[in-house]
């Protein structure tokens, strides 16, 4: 099956700098979502980006399908951004096979 | 924007309980799907449902069974909770093939 992986597992900023977490996946995939999962448990969808760049207040994402990875930009942190985030992707079916994870904690 | 709604954000049963986890969805989504997700494992498949009365197994079904009586509504079921089931449940719908799937609150279930 298709694997997924992300990096780095573990990130550390203050607040106001920016990040770039990165999604390798190992097969074509049809979709490609990323997911903040809050402190209490939730996972709140980010983007839904199986190819090309998206934008979303300080938040961006760019898929490269043909090369089989994804980017997801924070800018200018804020400690609400702290969190895992999830990237998933799915493969000619409805279930979504996630990632390892990045933990990201923001310090004022 | 769908909403997923589960039935409880904490639940502490006693081992061999019967436990039930309801999900509701808003949207008229046609699949549903329940995924547990434990330290250092992940989120994983349990079960999904593509239609009223329609399942399918999927990564660890085994000490559970599901329920979706309505397009709405679908349930987890643990027939006899073991501690091994401790864990964090989460639900989510998505329509058919267009594989962006909407996520609920969670249940963190703790078995005693």
């Known amino acids: 099956g298709i694997q997924v992986e992300q990096s780095p597992p573990d990130l550390i900023l203050q607040e106001g700098a920016n990040s770039t977490l990165r999604c390798n996946f190992s097969d074509s995939v049809n979709n490609l979502q990323w997911f903040h999962q809050n402190p209490w448990g939730q996972l709140i969808n980010l983007f839904y980006?199986?190819?090309g760049t998206k934008q979303n207040g300080r938040l961006s994402a760019t898929t490269v399908a043909t090369e089989r990875y994804s980017l997801l930009y924070i800018s200018s942190s804020q400690t609400t951004d702290s969190g895992v985030y999830f990237c998933?992707?799915?493969?000619?079916?409805?279930?979504?096979?996630f990632g390892t994870g990045t933990r990201l904690q923001v310090f004022p | 924007d769908v909403k997923v709604t589960q039935s409880s954000r904490y639940l502490v049963k006693r081992t061999g309980e019967k436990v039930f986890l309801e999900c509701v969805q808003d949207?008229?989504?046609?699949?549903m799907f329940w995924y547990r997700q434990d330290p250092g494992l992940g989120l994983r498949l349990i079960y999904f449902s593509y239609d009223v009365k329609m399942k399918e197994k999927g990564d660890i079904p085994e000490g559970y069974s599901v329920s979706r009586e309505k397009k709405e509504r679908f349930s987890l079921i643990l027939e006899s909770a073991s501690t091994n089931q401790t864990s964090m449940y989460l639900c989510a719908a998505g329509r058919t093939n267009s594989y962006e799937q909407y996520f609920g609150p969670g249940t963190r279930l703790t078995v005693t």
């Open positions: 998933a992707v799915t493969r000619n079916t409805d279930k979504l096979i």
């Open positions: 980006i199986p190819s």
């Open positions: 949207m008229d989504h046609e699949n």
